[in-house]
């Protein structure tokens, strides 16, 4: 697996230190809003524009990510035999998976896969299709991108709705690159870390919790303030399904962690569910803190700096887990295993 991030270059303002997050980046800046007022009044019919400006943007960001990828892995990008894009930002046909492969200059047979509104939980689903689609297919490269921009769901505050406001305080911009294969080729791959299992959990009776739906204003989103809880009332039994899945027994402060940082009010839950030790949830809080919430996109970001954490020796466990949250709401979860520790083995 080999990972790499991207952002846009304009920061947009700090939400506050309650929220756990000092810094974002944007598309949406001052000019482009200054242009297009009628973007902060859900009321206006504002789809096509927001829909045209975001089916541009949303692949030449998920390019850069996707170059630097392919760059460090240094093989060419024609080796790539599959991709999946995952999205909420673009709604046009073709979609911005072509217009990816193009820009990278894939081949014309590379065999592409769009997944869509599958909101924060989009990293998770992708990467659990791409090791599908590389453990059953010989010798497959399975390039996987996120790429996210809030222009499309961007909202002035409005009575009554406080989502709205939260959601424009939390959410930023942002795409990442992971390139997924079986097999690594000695000498020229270098995989970080291994997939050893992969599972989706949905809980019950919560399908109004997180929604998301496409109207004339843009993409209306709404995530309730009973989605920690539910998390926190639900992981655990993931967890324990999971590994018992794959025979390992795991105490939780044994293993690395990359959790969505959806909130800090989820990683404070799932902190103090699995009690787990204050540098545990470490790589997960710094994206939060320097990005915001980039949906799907920002479990990449937490595994690039689980990445580097490994580099400096801040991170030394062999196994971990990778956790993302959705609209369902949708748990993906994955037990990794570092590629130090398959190198030993």
Known sequence: MHICDELLCKMFSCPGKNSGIERRYVHLDEELLGAHPDFSDRALPTLDARIDMAS????????????????????????????????????????????????????????????????????????????????????????????????????????????????????????????????????????????????????PETENEITTRLMKGGLDFHVSIRVPKLLKSNIERCLIDTFESIGISAEWNDLFWAIHPGGRAILDHVEQLLGLGVEKLAASRRVLREYGNMSGATVLFVLDELRRRRATGEEVAEWGVMMAFGPGITIETMVLHAAGSLKEN
């Not at 709604?91 to 592409?112: I, N």
């Not at 995989?191 to 299992?197: D, H, I, K, R, S």
């Open 56 to 203: 541009a943007a949303v692949p030449e960001l998920a390019a850069s990510a996707a170059a630097r990828a392919i760059a460090e892995r240094g093989r060419p990008a024609a080796d790539v035999t599959h991709l999946v894009f995952s999205t909420y930002s673009g709604r046009k046909a073709p979609s911005a998976d072509l217009r990816l492969a193009s820009l990278l200059g894939l081949r014309p047979t590379v065999s592409r896969t769009i997944l869509s509104l599958n909101g924060c939980s989009g990293g998770g689903r992708a990467l659990q299709l791409a090791k599908e689609l590389a453990e059953n297919n010989r010798g497959a490269r399975v390039l996987v991108a996120c790429s996210e921009l809030t222009l499309i769901g961007f909202y002035g505050p409005q009575e009554g709705r406080l989502d709205t406001i939260l959601g424009n305080g939390v959410f930023g911009d942002g795409a990442g690159a992971v390139i997924v294969g079986a097999d690594p080729v000695d000498c020229i791959e270098r995989p970080l870390f291994e997939m050893a299992f992969a599972t989706q959990t949905t809980i």
